[in-house]
């Protein structure tokens, strides 16, 4: 009887500890969104009036496309090919409006840097799996 107890009390916590890591911390998530608008505002090299008027339209692009994959994540059986085309739709939507702040060349640039800093991203994670993404070592 106190084995199975036993087992029982390690299973959920096994459970969860299981649960806990797969929750993202709300710091590294914030961590991770200054290093993006970073990465992106030194590609674009954006003046102050040009900031201004993209951030915002970019907020509202980012909510998009996260409700976006937040839904097809949530959606078991979803086809990948209409989850591409949803996001895809989405930059296309956002596309003018970028155009009309920056002009063409660098919304080009902008998809281009959206998408090396995810690779960058994940190379980090892939490279470092057993420390924390965002934390520096210490150079003693």
């Not at 459970?15 to 608008?37: F, G, H, R, S, Y």
């Not at 339209?57 to 209409?82: C, E, G, H, M």
């Not at 949803?86 to 660098?106: A, E, S, T």
């Not at 902008?110 to 070592?137: H, I, W, Y």
């Amino acid at each position: 009887m106190k084995q199975i107890f036993t087992l029982i009390v390690f299973s959920f916590i096994f459970l969860a500890a299981n649960a806990q890591e797969q929750q993202p911390d709300p710091k590294t998530e914030e961590k991770i969104q200054a290093m993006e608008v970073g990465y992106i505002s030194q590609k674009l090299n954006l003046t102050t009036e040009e900031a201004q008027k993209f951030w915002p339209i970019y907020n509202d692009y980012k909510k998009d496309i996260n409700q976006a994959l937040r839904t097809f994540r949530n959606t078991p059986d979803a086809d990948v090919l209409d989850r591409d085309q949803k996001i895809i739709d989405i930059r296309k939507k956002y596309r003018d409006r970028f155009i009309g702040i920056i002009g063409q060349p660098r919304v080009n640039t902008f998809f281009r840097a959206e998408g090396d800093f995810r690779k960058a991203l994940m190379n980090r994670l892939k490279s470092s799996p057993q420390r924390p993404m965002l934390q520096r070592r210490n150079r003693n």
